[in-house]
């Protein structure tokens, strides 16, 4: 089992359409971030949270620290939001992954497709 | 400043040669990762500096794998002897002690082995 799951793996929406990705992960962190890959490959980044809500424009990102769950939402969705949207965790310092700077672990990503 | 920029953005190489990736971080950034993504896949942490020192090597970077930072500004990753299971994108991402922690990526370099 991964340490961070995404789900759907794909998902395909009409234009307009209100949209959910959701990330669970298993160990204790202390950030989460979310990310957005276009087909070139340059990732964005488009939060960092750890605890609570962010809204940025059409984008919500949620975190429930008990649950180990967070979500993105976009709200009226539009075909230039088609990308791959991953969520990375960056461990706490006594957790699992050592306390370590660098070593954000990684969902696989979520494929988003907006038809016109 | 344009952000982390990576060269080249695209590298065929035949099997046995050595490639080097080159990235400039963000320029007030003393952090630097490199992440190494296949098809398909989240991207996979390989090394991670702070200023000049390099602080964090994944399993992942085998004996064929360096990474340098000398000046504590841009970074190399080199690879050594490909092999077609080298093939992917190299992602190299930068951020500052000082800042949230966002971290900011770059275009990324991609690799095929033939």
């Known amino acids: 089992k991964n340490e961070v799951e995404q789900s759907p793996q794909n998902l395909t929406a009409q234009e307009g359409e209100f949209i959910t990705i959701n990330c669970s992960y298993s160990?204790?962190?202390?950030?989460l971030h979310w990310l957005q890959q276009h087909p070139g490959g340059g990732i964005v980044s488009l939060f960092m949270?750890?605890?609570g809500k962010k809204k940025h424009g059409r984008l919500i990102a949620t975190i429930n620290i008990q649950e180990k769950h967070s979500s993105l939402h976009i709200t009226a969705s539009h075909p230039r939001d088609s990308a791959v949207y991953i969520c990375?965790?960056?461990?706490?310092?006594?957790?699992?992954?050592?306390?370590?700077?660098?070593?954000?672990?990684f969902g696989k990503g979520t494929k988003l497709s907006v038809k016109p | 400043d344009t952000g982390v920029s990576q060269d080249p953005r695209h590298k065929i190489t035949k099997r046995g040669q050595n490639v080097t990736f080159r990235c400039d971080p963000i320029?007030?950034?003393?952090?630097l990762y490199w992440y190494r993504q296949t098809l398909g896949q989240g991207p996979e942490f390989l090394t991670y500096?702070?200023?000049?020192?390099?602080?964090?090597k994944s399993r992942l970077l085998s004996d064929r794998f360096s990474a340098e930072r000398p000046k504590g500004s841009f970074s190399t990753l080199e690879i050594q002897r490909t092999e077609q299971g080298d093939s992917a994108m190299y992602l190299c991402?930068?951020?500052?002690?000082?800042?949230?922690?966002?971290?900011?990526f770059g275009e990324g370099s991609r690799l095929t082995v033939l």
């Open positions: 991402a930068s951020s500052s002690i000082q800042g949230t922690g966002e971290l900011f």
């Open positions: 160990v204790g962190i202390s950030a």
């Open positions: 949270l750890s605890s």
């Open positions: 990375a965790v960056k461990g706490d310092s006594g957790g699992y992954y050592g306390g370590s700077q660098g070593n954000l672990i």
């Open positions: 320029s007030e950034h003393n952090r």
């Open positions: 500096f702070q200023n000049e020192a390099q602080l964090e």
